[in-house]
């Protein structure tokens, strides 16, 4: 029998002399002394060598990011918004959209060290004082540090040297990952802390056996950090911190089914909760913090938060206005419900019910939010001084510009909110019809004047209607295309509901020639953590109101039962057409088709293990250790790539191909791992494990180069690519619907 032998780079014991690895082991096996299980034997980082392999890989994934980055002087694609988010932070004005800050602020970063003034929009063509190269060359750094961290990841999985180097080379020569890094977006931040996250979770998996020790808390706290800053790029990256999640709970409940004690157990809870919750959680707050404090002036993003908000922002309207409300005064009314708007009226009518005017809630300020505060029966603009509304009075509201009024009716009901009745404007205040009086009930009053007045921004009330005694609301209700997908407002019929934010609204705007302006900044107060809440919260309404509209056709848009497929490549440019520079976003169909059918196969190589387990048959494993050792890789890994691709299918939200490319992340590194196994088992001989390897980067460094013209920009007619037209769905030369 072939004598043993140890390999004294790697983990464990190696299978046979006759079976040497190149200096690791991909799955050691447990070693045991007298009974007793000794923790696995990781990796050893060599400098000379491992140093050598990561600044190599750096170099390449460097030259392919950036080669020809400025080829292209035009504005391209999504830099259209992100650039402009960037210069938002360069000129301290307030903006909203549905990402965290954090990828945005380092977009602006990036604009700042640029020399951009922040006066470009970024329409067109970049003018000579915008440093474009410097700008995409930042985001592309993120994507230069894939590379090496693929290495070291998969270093720390435990694989061979060979297949560390092919799991970063798949990263490399991806054309998908490639071209997303070569302009200003948020897609490499994104992917980087995703790596990063990853990264330092495999590195705390190894350090589990020295639970507590310098190495575990550091390995703990840098995953911790890297959820933080993932998750505050895009909340895709909260897929990330599921992803720890669920190992977190497994590692928990092993400890529990081990009987472990209760103290040490209690500890680990308390540690995690500490470094894998609470840091996530400040970072992702401090990112909001930092963002808050750098937009302090009023911009397109002030319609979407409170009135106490943008009171405070430089140059806002609301800055200086009438405090007190008084009668005739113009006034936009703003309901505290999150998402809902501002109350508004237009010229059409509610296709069924009533058939009256609309009323609705918009999130945008507009001159149909206008409305005048009157008593019943005329405008009474002759009373001098002005007689302020106060704490029960009954008023009526004129819509400024069709003179028609506030209306509420136990006739109709609601068209969405059946329950409610249906508010529409309808008549003249002269009219002295009941069913225009409102109520003004004041629930709370911010400021510190207790007078039993109605206050701009800082008197929070309710309008019950008199006649029906229903409470006018806005609950973030949209309204079909009739009412142009704005928020429904009606009248509920609820009772002690006075407090909810749906029925909540305040003056935010007041005009009134005749009274004082004055300061309100002193008189408003807010706090960070409603701010930020708040903020969340329109976030998450925005992204929930991108739908895709199934009847109209969009090239960009993909659904994802397609992207692993690569159905549908993306066009990153308007114009297809000759001498301009045009970038196609295509993987490389090798690591996509190779990575997709093995992340579908690993279930079904688990479910067989387990089967064969199960029938007594001999394992494809020598030892349980060495399974576990396979899982414990796997797991993690393919988890990553399930939860960053399957939750897609459940988002009602428009998706794009780029959506993917964190999962392909997962799978890119699954793949290698998985070729590293199949060698180990399959095959005897370390030249046909290095040549299976060295076949694998050479088809896919082809493969690269074959679609490279559309990675860097091409600028000839796309006729000439007519053969990289490799499935009948793609529109690299031809499409078959009209764009």
């Known amino acids: 029998m072939a004598s043993r032998a140890r390999d004294n780079t790697g983990g464990g014991r190696p299978r046979r002399a006759e079976k040497q690895h190149d200096g690791f082991v991909a799955y050691p096996e447990t070693q045991r002394r007298t009974g007793v299980e000794v923790p696995y034997r990781r990796n050893s980082w060599d400098m000379r060598v491992d140093g050598i392999v990561v600044l190599l890989l750096t170099v390449l994934c460097a030259f392919?990011?950036?080669?020809?980055?400025?080829?292209?002087?035009?504005?391209?694609?999504?830099?259209?918004?992100?650039?402009?988010?960037?210069?938002?932070?360069?000129?301290?004005?307030?903006?909203?959209?549905?990402?965290?800050?954090?990828?945005?602020?380092?977009?602006?970063?990036?604009?700042?060290?640029?020399?951009?003034?922040?006066?470009?929009k970024f329409k067109?063509?970049?003018?000579?004082?915008?440093?474009?190269?410097?700008?995409?060359?930042?985001?592309?750094?993120?994507?230069?540090?894939?590379?090496?961290?693929?290495?070291?990841?998969?270093?720390?999985?435990?694989?061979?040297?060979?297949?560390?180097?092919?799991?970063?080379?798949?990263?490399?020569l991806d054309n998908g990952l490639c071209v997303m890094s070569r302009f200003v977006l948020l897609d490499e931040p994104l992917l980087f802390f995703t790596a990063a996250a990853l990264c330092a979770a495999v590195g705390f998996q190894n350090t589990r056996d020295w639970a507590f020790s310098s190495a575990w808390w550091r390995w703990l706290l840098l995953t911790g950090a890297s959820l933080g800053l993932v998750a505050s790029c895009k909340w895709v990256g909260f897929m990330a911190v599921g992803l720890v999640g669920l190992y977190t709970v497994e590692e928990l409940f092993s400890m529990y089914a081990r009987r472990d004690p209760i103290k040490k157990l209690a500890r680990h809870i308390i540690a995690r909760s500490l470094c894998l919750i609470v840091v996530p959680l400040v970072i992702y707050a401090a990112c909001f913090r930092v963002h808050f404090a750098i937009l302090n002036r009023s911009g397109p993003g002030d319609a979407r938060m409170p009135p106490s908000f943008q009171a405070r922002l430089r140059g806002s309207p609301l800055n200086r206005q009438p405090f007190a409300v008084a009668y005739s005064s113009q006034i936009t009314l703003r309901s505290m419900y999150p998402g809902s708007g501002l109350l508004h009226s237009h010229a059409h009518q509610y296709p069924e019910g009533s058939q009256q005017q609309q009323v609705t809630c918009y999130g945008h300020k507009d001159s149909n939010n206008d409305w005048i505060i009157v008593k019943t029966g005329g405008l009474n603009v002759t009373e001098d001084p002005p007689e302020p509304v106060r704490d029960g009075d009954i008023v009526s509201l004129v819509h400024k510009q069709s003179g028609a009024v506030l209306h509420s009716h136990n006739t109709y009901m609601a068209h969405v909110t059946a329950n409610d009745y249906e508010v529409t404007a309808y008549g003249k205040p002269e009219w002295k019809d009941k069913n225009?009086?409102?109520?003004?009930?004041?629930?709370?009053?911010?400021?510190?004047?207790q007078d039993g007045e109605l206050h701009a921004i800082t008197?929070?009330?309710?309008?019950?209607?008199?006649?029906?005694?229903?409470?006018?609301?806005?609950?973030?209700?949209?309204?079909?295309?009739?009412?142009?997908?704005?928020?429904?407002?009606?009248?509920?019929?609820?009772?002690?509901?006075?407090?909810?934010?749906?029925?909540?609204?305040?003056?935010?705007?007041?005009?009134?020639?005749?009274?004082?302006?004055?300061?309100?900044?002193?008189?408003?107060?807010?706090?960070f953590l409603r701010d930020f809440v708040r903020l969340n919260i329109e976030m998450a309404r925005s992204n929930n109101a991108l739908i895709p509209d199934r009847d109209k056709y969009n090239h960009l848009e993909s659904d994802p039962w397609t992207w692993p497929l690569l159905l549908y490549p993306m066009r990153m440019v308007g114009s297809w057409k000759e001498n301009d520079v045009k970038y196609y976003e295509v993987g490389n169909p090798l690591l996509w088709w190779a990575s997709t059918?093995?992340?579908?196969?690993?279930?079904?190589?688990?479910?067989?293990?387990?089967?064969?387990?199960?029938?007594?048959?001999?394992?494809?494993?020598?030892?349980?250790?060495?399974?576990?050792?396979?899982?414990?890789?796997?797991?993690?890994?393919?988890?990553?790539?399930?939860?960053?691709?399957?939750?897609?299918?459940?988002?009602?939200?428009?998706?794009?191909l780029h959506h993917y490319l964190p999962a392909l992340y997962f799978a890119l590194l699954l793949l290698a791992f998985e070729i590293d196994y199949c060698c180990r088992r399959l095959l005897k001989w370390h030249w046909l494990r290095m040549a299976v390897v060295v076949v694998w980067a050479a088809a896919a460094l082809v493969i690269f180069c074959w679609f490279a013209p559309l990675t860097f920009g091409y600028t000839g007619a796309m006729t000439n690519l007519k053969h990289r037209q490799w499935l009948p769905t793609w529109n690299i030369y031809v499409d078959r619907h009209t764009i």
């Open 436 to 449: 225009n009086d409102w109520r003004v009930e004041i629930v709370s009053e911010q400021s510190a004047v």
């Open 459 to 527: 008197t929070q009330f309710n309008l019950r209607h008199v006649a029906t005694k229903c409470l006018l609301s806005a609950a973030a209700v949209r309204l079909p295309e009739w009412g142009f997908r704005q928020t429904e407002v009606s009248c509920s019929r609820a009772s002690g509901q006075a407090g909810d934010e749906a029925k909540l609204w305040v003056v935010e705007k007041h005009v009134n020639s005749r009274l004082a302006k004055t300061d309100m900044r002193p008189l408003v107060h807010s706090s």
């Open 124 to 172: 067109g063509s970049y003018p000579p004082y915008v440093n474009y190269r410097f700008m995409r060359c930042f985001s592309a750094l993120f994507g230069v540090g894939l590379a090496p961290l693929a290495y070291v990841t998969c270093h720390q999985l435990n694989m061979s040297r060979k297949a560390c180097v092919l799991a970063a080379l798949f990263v490399v």
């Open 64 to 120: 392919t990011r950036l080669y020809q980055i400025g080829k292209r002087a035009v504005v391209t694609w999504d830099e259209s918004h992100f650039g402009k988010f960037g210069a938002y932070y360069i000129n301290r004005t307030f903006y909203h959209d549905v990402h965290p800050p954090l990828a945005k602020m380092l977009i602006g970063l990036s604009e700042y060290l640029s020399g951009h003034n922040g006066t470009f």
């Open 597 to 656: 059918a093995c992340c579908l196969l690993f279930p079904l190589q688990i479910i067989y293990y387990f089967a064969r387990k199960q029938r007594h048959l001999p394992s494809i494993w020598d030892s349980d250790g060495e399974f576990q050792q396979f899982w414990d890789s796997a797991k993690l890994l393919w988890g990553g790539w399930a939860l960053h691709y399957l939750p897609f299918f459940l988002m009602g939200r428009v998706t794009y």
